[in-house]
């Protein structure tokens, strides 16, 4: 895919709105995401790992908030050709990107993909072996959060699994400076402005509700998770797995 680089606050504004997952977004997403949440290829890189061990046959897979679907692709080629991942977003910018990907990218690439525009609040979701959640929940209103991850719970197999990759703040507020300043030092090393950076800030402040590690995690096991490990983070990014015995 072009990766288009990422400049949409390069320029100063009058007004800072709240930030969208608009065309202008969609255009530089991989470029934006890269350059703004350390360790994201990492996280990727596991998901793809994590779908060869937990996809069963004649399952499902959702990729709840696929953006442009860089999971999606990754687990198409690794799970059994009976396998639906269905990706889920309700941006229609980044769905219709996602939808010329696939088409550019026909042929014998791995199971099937269904792409669905919709509210992933919404979704219906049965059979699941594994369910994705890549820097999503926190978009979600605070109020929706455990009754979407009920709902995940609920639709998976025994032995399933889901990942929880969310940008967390911290009880300790010299631990939560500290990793923020951290964050603001790699995105400046990204090549980020300081207007970039401010009006960014701004601009997420309002869509972007981070919650704590032990928030997510005594979320998942209400749910009913019995195996919630956090299992990578970097700065004030973290990414949890929750198996389903």
């Known amino acids: 895919m072009t990766m288009s680089r990422d400049n949409i606050y390069a320029l100063p504004r009058d007004q800072v709105g709240n930030f969208q997952f608009d065309e202008s977004v969609a255009e530089v997403f991989p470029d934006m995401i890269s350059r703004s949440v350390p360790g994201y290829t990492s996280i990727l890189s596991v998901i793809e790992q994590l779908a060869e061990r937990l996809v069963v046959a004649s399952s499902n897979v959702y990729d709840l908030g696929c953006s442009l679907g860089a999971a999606t692709m990754l687990i198409r080629g690794r799970v059994p050709h009976d396998v639906t991942v269905h990706a889920v977003d309700n941006s229609a910018a980044m769905v219709r990107r996602l939808h010329e990907r696939l088409i550019q990218d026909s042929g014998d690439k791995g199971c099937r993909v269904e792409v669905h525009q919709q509210d992933l ?26 009754s979407l991850l009920q709902r995940c719970y609920d639709a998976m ?33 990204c090549g980020y402005s300081e207007l970039e950076i401010a009006q960014k800030r701004t601009s997420l402040e309002n869509t972007l509700i981070p919650e704590s590690v032990s928030t997510h995690v005594d979320r998942l096991r209400q749910a009913g998770f019995e195996t919630v490990t956090p299992w990578f983070q970097c700065f004030n990014f973290v990414s949890i797995l929750a198996i389903k015995s």
């Open 121 to 146: 609040c919404q979704t219906d979701m049965v059979t699941a072996s594994m369910i994705v959640l890549n820097f999503t929940l926190q978009f979600i209103a605070a109020d929706q959060r455990t």
């Open 157 to 189: 197999l025994p032995g399933g699994g889901l990942v929880l990759s969310e940008k967390v703040c911290f009880d300790d507020p010299a631990e939560q400076t500290l990793l923020s300043e951290l964050h603001l030092d790699f995105k400046r090393a």
